[in-house]
């Protein structure tokens, strides 16, 4: 039987007894009778969902950060904060609306909600962007992502609306104002974040554990090979939910400080697996640009705030956004084990369909990418929605153009092949040549035959193929207008 869990839900201490470690939070939740947060998509892709969690936002603050509580393990939360959209307010008597949270009176006034099924889930990611620390009011009125009071729309990219209720949903949330002092959420933003617990939770068919250390985490994998690391549980939740995967043991590794580091030096950036995505795109905050182009369309800010680097390529799969934009920026791979470390580049760290050079009981500890950087960057994503989805094909060009020169140049590409790959053809045939169109014409009739296109639901082979080789001219459109030695992306 699981060992008892500690879970602050809503300001309440919830202790739970027997709970097996495949249990999801969402799940734990609405047995408690809070049935807010609906199952929509069971895959992270809906938000109907999403829920609060008080992550933390240095050594003495938080941040009320949104996450889907269809992926993560209910187990995964003990000794942590958790607000539903029961806890951000109450309706009081029919008709007032004095208890209701500014985000929920304003999607009640402006009619947000139709159906209402999406709805709280709707609420919780916007009283996530509605508390984020650097919101603030923008001198140049809103723009198409982006309100006059600062409220990033992306901050909804995870959730849907069957109804098709978007205006008054943006309307509502360009309206919100600033939180109120005494407001209570706001002030628990003055506190750290708890700290997650050591834990063993067990059931007759599997375990979840969270070690005490770093180096107790490798001994136990070393121990047990086959067990299964989790940071933020968006590749686990979508295989336990659909596919019903059991495994044996989870090892929970999102809480480690040797795998939550960020640092700069002279030479590199070093990423640890451990930092979520949204994490990273704050704190680099532009400093790699090419990785700022990536972030908006990876998956939703839902899944960003819980997804990693670290997991994004442990996967290893063909159609992962990280991994062509890191190829582009000829990144490498610290690896741990109990027997030590080893760096690898990333180019050689794929051998086969899911399949890499990670020894049993190895895992990556960190993503180094070079501070000296191509300076013209462009990142592609070809898919059937915009934002929120799974790409047909990924292109990452990193470029260096002197004296209307290719100098050098590195393309990565994903969902053409069983592995990301370099377009390491394509590369050759830009090396050296002038920034010409008919450089870009010959160079995208090569680009055309790289890798090993297949036909699938996203794509035709014919299709990818045709993507791969409009993508030059694309790039070389977007820059023909500027001065390109020196220009940026």
Known sequence: MADPLQITVNGELRTTEGLPPRVNLLDWLRSLGLTGAKEGCAEGECGACAVLVARPDGPERSRWTSVNACLPPASSFDGQEVVTAEGLGTAGAPGVSEDLHPVQREMAERGGSQCGYCTPGFICSMAAEYYRPERAPREDGADAHCGANGFDLH??????????????????????????GEDPLRRR????????????????????SRPRTFEELLRAYAEETDALLMAGATDLGVESNIRHLRPRLVLAIDHLSELRELSFSDDVVRIGSGVTLSEVERLLDGRVPLLAQLMPLFASRLIRNSATLGGNLGTASPIGDAAPVLLALDASLVLASAEGERTVRLSEFFTGYRETVMAPGELIR????????????????????????????????????EDGTFREVRIGLGGVAATPIRASATEDALRGRPWTAETIADAAAVMAGEGTPMDDLRASARYRSAMLEESLPRFFAEFAAVEVEGASR
Do not use: H, W
């Open 366 to 401: 960190a993503v180094e990418v070079p501070m000296s950087q191509l300076p013209t960057t462009a990142f592609y994503k070809i898919a059937k929605r915009r934002f929120d989805d799974i790409s047909g094909v990924a292109v990452a060009i990193a470029a260096d153009v």
């Open 155 to 180: 901050a909804l990219s995870g959730n849907l609306c069957r109804c098709t209720g978007y205006r008054p949903i943006r309307d509502a949330a360009y309206e919100l104002g600033e939180p109120e």
């Open 189 to 208: 933003l003055g506190r750290g974040a708890p700290e997650p617990r050591p834990i063993t939770v067990r059931s007759e068919e599997s375990a979840f």
